[in-house]
């Protein structure tokens, strides 16, 4: 038997390092060729790293969240033959097996220290001397999906809210994880009855914390953000604009052409009418090498569409908007959007792009302050429509009314300029038919 080491290939585009976001394997398992090992994050997406060879994993070089640099020693496999590690080569990594049978072998801390945190669990039989059990003093990792309901009868949840108790931090022992009362007293004994008083009852006071590790797709949201705002002296920019014509539009090719072509959202007109503007304003469809001091303006539109997804924000790129018509963009914008929250989208997909738009939907709020997509110099951000009564020809008529809020580099886009482009856009959008006119 002899050891065969894999160290973190290149992956292209000059990346010296990686962030390993994932662990498919353990010490002890036996792997096949090309089955997975590890995912690994690099600046644009996430690759999965495949074994080269089949052998027994005996050690792991890094914990997750580490970052690692290409060339270093990602894994070491105990394989028939020779394997590619010479005798009196470098000693195992930290993380190697010590003794392959142990219950809780001493080289898995991170395992271990899992093992030993309080899991709420129900007892089989009540334990009368045990008041305060460390189980019981865990409401947070109540396995509870968010927007669950909990499950309670009318007199416990009556109690509960004498109490001042939230259900939800609550863990259920009864079936189907049910909470019962002595889950209450449990919950007020582990938590303490100090606070304030309803109905003369206190209620209960949570001491919990947890530590959310900033590792993966989270990381690197945070060191984008964190680059856009020092590198970039963002300008801002907010107009409302009257889309009561453009719905009324979209309900219509909806209604023609929905069951053939596909639902249009308002995401493909907005798209539309900036590939439109941009003719006027090629110094906003641009990126800039600050460090070079280049500005490049772009004849193709490439929009990035900023998508969440259930690790963070990622902004796929929807290529070449100004060829597209608007059920093009729609089915584009749909087929990038299920690709970033199944984890498919590629390298290629996460990156190019020459303009943003952001959107939260019907959580958009009234104004935003969109963050520009470094190196990118702007970024159209679409808040929620509301009806609202607005005064037209003398007489008070409800409108759809909404606003774009943008933002801009003012090193290389001046306000006149971020003003008129926006203005543009609101009269493509305010009067639809102009975004056909050629």
Do not use: C
């Not at 640099?69 to 930290?94: C, F, Q, T, Y």
């Not at 002296?233 to 409302?240: A, G, I, K, L, R």
């Not at 969440?308 to 929807?318: E, F, I, N, Y």
Request: glycine share 10%; aromatic share 4%; hydrophobic share 45%.
């Amino acid at each position: 038997m002899g050891i065969h080491v894999i160290k973190m290939p290149d992956i292209g585009e000059g990346i010296a390092e990686v962030e390993l976001v994932a662990w498919h394997v353990k010490i002890g398992d036996m792997v096949a060729e090309d089955q997975p090992l590890a995912d690994v994050m690099t600046d644009k997406a996430t690759v999965e790293i495949p074994a080269p060879v089949v052998g027994r994993v005996v050690a792991l070089g890094g914990e997750v969240g580490q970052v690692m640099a290409v060339g270093g020693e990602l894994i070491r496999l105990e394989v028939e033959g020779a394997g590619n590690l010479k005798p009196g080569g470098d000693s195992p990594p930290a993380k190697a097996a010590a003794a392959p049978a142990a219950s809780a072998p001493a080289s898995e801390p991170a395992q271990a220290a899992k093992a030993e945190a309080p899991v709420p669990v129900a007892p089989a039989k009540p334990a009368p001397a045990a008041p305060a059990q460390p189980a019981r003093q865990a409401p947070a990792a109540v396995a509870r999906q968010p927007g669950d309901k909990p499950l309670a009868s009318p007199a416990v949840r009556k109690r509960a809210w004498d109490l001042g108790i939230e259900l939800r931090y609550v863990h259920g022992s009864g079936p189907a994880g049910r909470i019962l009362h002595e889950d209450l007293d449990a919950y007020l004994q582990g938590q303490g009855t100090g606070g304030q008083a309803r109905g003369g009852v206190a209620y209960a006071e949570r001491n919990d914390e947890e530590n959310v590790p900033v590792i993966g797709l989270r990381r690197k949201i945070a060191q984008k953000m964190a680059e856009s705002k020092r590198r970039i002296p963002h300008f801002s920019y907010v107009e409302e604009i009257d889309v009561t014509e453009l719905e009324d539009l979209r309900a219509s090719l909806n209604q023609k052409w929905g069951a053939t072509r596909g639902k249009l959202t308002l995401l493909p007109l907005l798209a539309r009418a900036m590939v439109v503007a941009l003719r006027d304003f090629p110094q906003i469809n641009a990126r800039y090498d600050d460090e070079a001091g280049v500005v490049t303006r772009y004849g193709a539109v490439h929009i990035g569409i900023a998508t969440q997804s259930d690790g963070g924000l990622m902004v796929p790129v929807m290529r070449h908007a100004e060829a597209r018509d608007l059920w093009s963009m729609a089915a584009e914008i749909v087929r990038l959007a299920e690709a970033v929250r199944t984890g498919a989208a590629s390298r290629d997909e996460l990156s190019g792009s020459t303009i943003t738009i952001t959107s939260l939907g019907p959580l958009g709020g009234i104004v935003t302050t969109p963050v520009i997509n470094h190196p990118e110099v702007g970024i159209v951000g679409v808040n929620r429509i509301v009806e609202r009564p607005a005064i037209r020809n003398g007489a008070v008529v409800a409108r759809k009314l909404m606003n774009l809020s943008s933002s801009f580099d003012h090193r290389v886009v001046d306000g006149m300029d971020a003003a008129r482009f926006i203005q543009a856009v609101r009269a493509l959008l305010e009067q639809p038919a102009l975004l056909f006119v050629e």
